[in-house]
Nanobody, 115 residues
Framework: VQLVESGGGLVQPGGSLRLSCAAS????????MSWYRQTPGNERELVAR????????VYADSVKGRFTMSRDLAKNTVYLQMNSLKPEDTAVYYC?????????WGQGTQVTVSS
């Protein structure tokens, strides 16, 4: 099983980034996929989730209207489009896959929002 995130980096406030998570080794189409983020000393928090059946999305209140999660079933990839970024969005972002009772994590990608 592999979840490989990419797309993080340094961006100015108000800017945009798109994170990608390429999945392999499990049935992607039957997995709920999520993005979490974590800052030093804090617990990992859910940012967005897309469900396996129907592709419904849910978002943390702090990112609603600014972030959009999507998936490409043909590429086994999920994306997180992040717009109007704020300094408080600075964190390590992790991709997560929940496949029945199994829970998989990527290695994380750093997003830093700073002028």
């Amino acid at each position: 099983v592999q979840l490989v995130e990419s797309g993080g980096g340094l961006v100015q406030p108000g800017g945009s980034l798109r994170l990608s998570c390429a999945a392999s080794g499990f049935t992607f189409s039957r997995s709920d996929m999520s993005w979490y983020r974590q800052t030093p000393g804090n617990e990992r928090e859910l940012v967005a989730r897309i469900t396996s059946f129907g592709g419904s999305t849910v978002y943390a209140d702090s990112v609603k209207g600014r972030f959009t999660m999507s998936r490409d079933l043909a590429k086994n990839t999920v994306y997180l489009q992040m717009n109007s970024l704020k300094p408080e969005d600075t964190a390590v972002y992790y991709c997560n896959a929940k496949y029945y009772a199994a829970n998989f994590w990527g290695q994380g990608t750093q997003v830093t929002v700073s002028s």
